[in-house]
């Protein structure tokens, strides 16, 4: 199937297209609240380059957060509406997945972003042949989630919200994974679709929402 797939829940956005899991180009793109509409011509970019046209696409795998408030809406409002002019599949899976997906390690990776407010992102997992959750995505601070995953020495940390918190994660015993390997690549999302589709098949495009975790801060405000 020839899927294109996106990411856009952090500061610096993946684009991808691919057979299955092979693929065919991809590219990374700074991604600002005022700059969404970098993306599309990025996506048109690639499949040009690949003798392609958005008619070719079968499938449309995207990052479904948490991240980005404003960053997870462009992905999933990009990949809607092309999903819902073209009748394409879509397929959805967590960034945090994606980064562990793309971290090449055989221990437990715990993944994280940045949640702002001394609060991270996290979900972890077990990368081989698929992969495996651990523990579903959550908002937190650093501290708790190191006391409640057990033993930060048998996870490997990867994420922007592990480089922020490596010196507290390295007191901890654990192991902090290179910066190359923090960012949630639609390469990594174009294999988690083609290793288990079934995963991350939407079945309704149109009523779908991504997995933001938390409230925006306007609403925890208004809330407070």
């Not at 809607?80 to 793309?102: N, P």
């Amino acid at each position: 199937m020839l899927r294109l797939a996106l990411d856009t829940s952090t500061p610096v956005g993946s684009v991808a297209i691919g057979r299955d899991a092979e693929v065919l180009a991809e590219s990374l793109l700074r991604v600002r609240a005022t700059h969404s509409e970098a993306v599309l011509p990025e996506i048109d970019r690639l499949l040009t380059g690949c003798g392609l046209s958005a008619s070719d696409l079968q499938g449309v795998v995207v990052g479904g957060g948490p991240g980005s408030f404003t960053g997870v809406r462009i992905a999933a409002a990009l990949a809607k509406g092309m999903c819902h002019a073209r009748g394409l599949e879509l397929f959805s899976f967590s960034s945090l997945a994606a980064v562990a997906a793309g971290a090449g390690c055989d221990r437990p990776v715990c993944a994280m972003f940045d949640a702002r407010r001394g609060q991270v992102y996290a979900a972890g997992y077990r990368v081989g042949e698929g992969i495996e959750e651990l523990f579903a995505p959550r908002a937190g601070p650093l501290e708790r989630l190191l006391t409640d995953i057990g033993e930060p020495r048998d996870w490997s940390f990867a994420g922007d919200g592990a480089g922020a918190g490596e010196g507290i994660i390295r007191s901890a015993g654990g192991q902090v994974l290179e910066p190359d390997t923090w960012v949630p690549s639609a390469r990594s999302l174009l294999w988690l679709a083609a290793v288990d589709p079934d995963q991350g098949r939407v079945a309704d495009p149109g009523s779908w929402e991504p997995g933001y975790v938390r409230l925006p801060a306007a609403q925890r405000d208004m809330g407070s």
